[in-house]
Nanobody, 120 residues
Framework: QVRLVESGGGLVQAGGSLRLSCVASGSIVSIGTMGWYRQAPGEQRELVATITTGNSTSYEASVKGRFAISRDKAKNTVYLQMNALKPEDTAVYYC??????????????WGQGTRVTVAS
Protein backbone atom coordinates (compact mmCIF):
# COMPACT_ATOMS: atom_id res chain seq x y z
CA GLN A 1 0.00 0.00 0.00
CA VAL A 2 1.11 3.52 -0.74
CA ARG A 3 -0.31 6.76 0.50
CA LEU A 4 0.00 10.40 -0.54
CA VAL A 5 -0.80 13.06 2.04
CA GLU A 6 -1.05 16.74 1.13
CA SER A 7 -0.78 19.69 3.47
CA GLY A 8 -0.38 23.44 3.33
CA GLY A 9 -3.71 24.57 1.95
CA GLY A 10 -5.75 27.34 3.48
CA LEU A 11 -7.26 30.77 3.03
CA VAL A 12 -5.08 33.54 1.63
CA GLN A 13 -5.65 37.02 0.24
CA ALA A 14 -5.12 37.68 -3.44
CA GLY A 15 -1.45 38.33 -4.09
CA GLY A 16 -0.39 36.11 -1.23
CA SER A 17 1.56 32.87 -1.18
CA LEU A 18 1.12 29.31 -0.04
CA ARG A 19 3.37 26.27 -0.12
CA LEU A 20 1.78 22.88 -0.56
CA SER A 21 3.55 19.67 0.42
CA CYS A 22 2.81 16.06 -0.43
CA VAL A 23 4.52 13.13 1.23
CA ALA A 24 4.44 9.62 -0.18
CA SER A 25 4.67 6.71 2.21
CA GLY A 26 4.26 2.96 2.22
CA SER A 27 5.87 0.08 0.39
CA ILE A 28 7.73 2.21 -2.13
CA VAL A 29 10.53 1.05 -4.40
CA SER A 30 10.79 4.23 -6.42
CA ILE A 31 8.77 7.26 -7.43
CA GLY A 32 8.60 8.53 -10.98
CA THR A 33 6.92 11.69 -12.16
CA MET A 34 5.04 13.60 -9.50
CA GLY A 35 2.48 16.29 -10.08
CA TRP A 36 -0.16 18.61 -8.76
CA TYR A 37 -3.70 18.84 -10.07
CA ARG A 38 -6.56 21.05 -9.00
CA GLN A 39 -10.31 20.98 -9.19
CA ALA A 40 -12.40 24.10 -8.79
CA PRO A 41 -16.08 23.89 -7.85
CA GLY A 42 -18.11 22.73 -10.83
CA GLU A 43 -15.02 22.20 -12.94
CA GLN A 44 -13.03 19.22 -14.12
CA ARG A 45 -9.73 18.33 -12.49
CA GLU A 46 -6.84 19.94 -14.34
CA LEU A 47 -3.10 19.46 -14.36
CA VAL A 48 -1.18 22.27 -12.68
CA ALA A 49 2.45 21.16 -12.70
CA THR A 50 4.64 18.09 -13.02
CA ILE A 51 8.21 17.19 -12.14
CA THR A 52 10.15 14.21 -13.43
CA THR A 53 12.80 12.16 -11.71
CA GLY A 54 15.35 14.31 -13.52
CA ASN A 55 13.69 17.46 -12.16
CA SER A 56 12.28 18.57 -15.47
CA THR A 57 9.18 20.63 -14.83
CA SER A 58 6.11 21.66 -16.76
CA TYR A 59 3.29 24.03 -15.89
CA GLU A 60 -0.23 24.85 -16.92
CA ALA A 61 -0.17 28.17 -18.78
CA SER A 62 -2.06 30.21 -16.19
CA VAL A 63 0.38 29.39 -13.37
CA LYS A 64 3.67 29.80 -15.24
CA GLY A 65 5.88 32.33 -13.51
CA ARG A 66 3.79 32.20 -10.33
CA PHE A 67 3.98 28.57 -9.21
CA ALA A 68 7.06 26.41 -8.74
CA ILE A 69 7.11 22.65 -8.30
CA SER A 70 10.02 20.90 -6.62
CA ARG A 71 10.76 17.57 -4.99
CA ASP A 72 12.93 16.08 -2.29
CA LYS A 73 13.65 12.51 -3.31
CA ALA A 74 15.13 11.58 0.05
CA LYS A 75 11.87 12.55 1.73
CA ASN A 76 9.53 11.23 -0.99
CA THR A 77 8.01 14.70 -1.02
CA VAL A 78 6.83 17.08 -3.70
CA TYR A 79 6.15 20.76 -3.13
CA LEU A 80 4.16 23.44 -4.89
CA GLN A 81 5.17 27.00 -4.10
CA MET A 82 2.32 29.27 -5.13
CA ASN A 83 2.95 33.01 -5.37
CA ALA A 84 0.87 35.94 -6.57
CA LEU A 85 -2.27 33.92 -5.94
CA LYS A 86 -5.48 34.91 -7.69
CA PRO A 87 -9.09 34.15 -6.82
CA GLU A 88 -9.23 31.87 -9.86
CA ASP A 89 -6.61 29.66 -8.21
CA THR A 90 -9.23 28.66 -5.65
CA ALA A 91 -9.61 24.88 -5.82
CA VAL A 92 -8.86 21.61 -4.12
CA TYR A 93 -5.28 20.69 -4.98
CA TYR A 94 -4.37 17.03 -5.41
CA CYS A 95 -0.99 15.37 -5.43
CA UNK A 96 -0.32 12.60 -7.94
CA UNK A 97 2.61 10.25 -8.34
CA UNK A 98 3.67 7.26 -10.37
CA UNK A 99 5.02 4.81 -7.83
CA UNK A 100 6.75 1.47 -8.09
CA UNK A 101 5.57 -0.49 -5.09
CA UNK A 102 7.10 -3.49 -3.37
CA UNK A 103 4.10 -5.78 -3.72
CA UNK A 104 1.73 -4.30 -6.30
CA UNK A 105 3.98 -3.23 -9.15
CA UNK A 106 3.46 0.24 -10.60
CA UNK A 107 0.63 2.38 -9.33
CA UNK A 108 -0.66 5.84 -10.10
CA UNK A 109 -1.54 7.25 -6.69
CA TRP A 110 -3.60 10.24 -5.59
CA GLY A 111 -3.74 12.19 -2.37
CA GLN A 112 -6.95 13.20 -0.65
CA GLY A 113 -6.61 16.86 -1.60
CA THR A 114 -5.98 20.10 0.21
CA ARG A 115 -8.23 23.12 -0.21
CA VAL A 116 -6.87 26.47 -1.32
CA THR A 117 -9.11 29.51 -1.13
CA VAL A 118 -7.95 32.86 -2.46
CA ALA A 119 -10.01 35.82 -1.31
CA SER A 120 -10.26 38.91 -3.48
Amino acid sequence: QVRLVESGGGLVQAGGSLRLSCVASGSIVSIGTMGWYRQAPGEQRELVATITTGNSTSYEASVKGRFAISRDKAKNTVYLQMNALKPEDTAVYYCNANIQTVFDGYRNAWGQGTRVTVAS
